[in-house]
Nanobody
Framework: QLVESGGGSVQAGDSLTLSCVASGGTFSTMLVGWFRQAPGNERKFVAAIRLTRTTTNYADSVKGRFTISRDNRKNTVYLQMRSLEPEDTATYYC????????????????????WGQGTQVTVSS
């Protein structure tokens, strides 16, 4: 089970860090990603990290502002979000996949087998 935390309401330009913990054990999967869904929109890829070699992949809309990382000791994957914009407002979901896809496939939802319940991020202008 994946549990997200760290969401909240902030002003544009502020920062937030989301956390994703694999409850009950370690991340035994190869891939962990963050997706987001704004009201009325489809869920979209944000960032992903392979648990080997720490390869990362980002959506163009968040490159340079968001950083995905992992802490194996804490069994946690983080999404550091800086310079937040109102367009970043969404429910953010953590997801984990058992496979180790190619770099170009890390953004695909079908690569992910487990999903969290989501955490809300609201950015006001």
């Amino acid at each position: 089970q994946l549990v997200e935390s760290g969401g909240g309401s902030v002003q544009a330009g502020d920062s937030l860090t989301l956390s994703c913990v694999a409850s009950g054990g370690t991340f035994s999967t190869m891939l962990v990603g963050w997706f987001r869904q704004a009201p009325g929109n489809e869920r979209k890829f944000v960032a992903a990290i392979r648990l080997t070699r720490t390869t990362t992949n980002y959506a163009d809309s968040v490159k340079g502002r968001f950083t995905i990382s992992r802490d194996n000791r804490k069994n946690t994957v983080y999404l550091q979000m800086r310079s937040l914009e109102p367009e970043d407002t969404a429910t953010y979901y953590c997801a984990a996949g058992r496979t180790n896809p190619a770099f170009g496939a890390m953004h695909l939802e079908q690569m992910y087998d487990y999903w969290g319940q989501g955490t809300q991020v609201t950015v006001s202008s």
